[in-house]
């Protein structure tokens, strides 16, 4: 019992750092944008992407990489 306890915290705390990291490449684009638009559609994916968290809908993964926006 105490390792699945454990197991889930610890994925939990790699689902919030994933959320941390993903808010600071947030920050990071806010940075490098030319206009206003462009920085705030950058803050509002952050914000859309903390409300999901708090819905429990939203999980890190490989393909939420904050460098790879303008490419999309």
Do not use: K, Y
Not at 30 to 48: D, L
């Amino acid at each position: 019992m105490i390792d699945a306890a454990l197991q889930r915290e610890a994925a939990e705390v790699n689902a919030l750092n994933g959320v941390v990291a993903f808010c600071a490449g947030v920050l990071s684009e806010i940075t490098q944008c030319r206009t206003i638009e462009e920085a705030r559609t950058c803050a509002v994916m952050g914000i859309m992407a903390l409300n999901e968290r708090r819905a429990g809908l939203w999980q890190p993964g490989p393909h939420d990489d904050p460098a790879d926006w303008r490419s999309r």
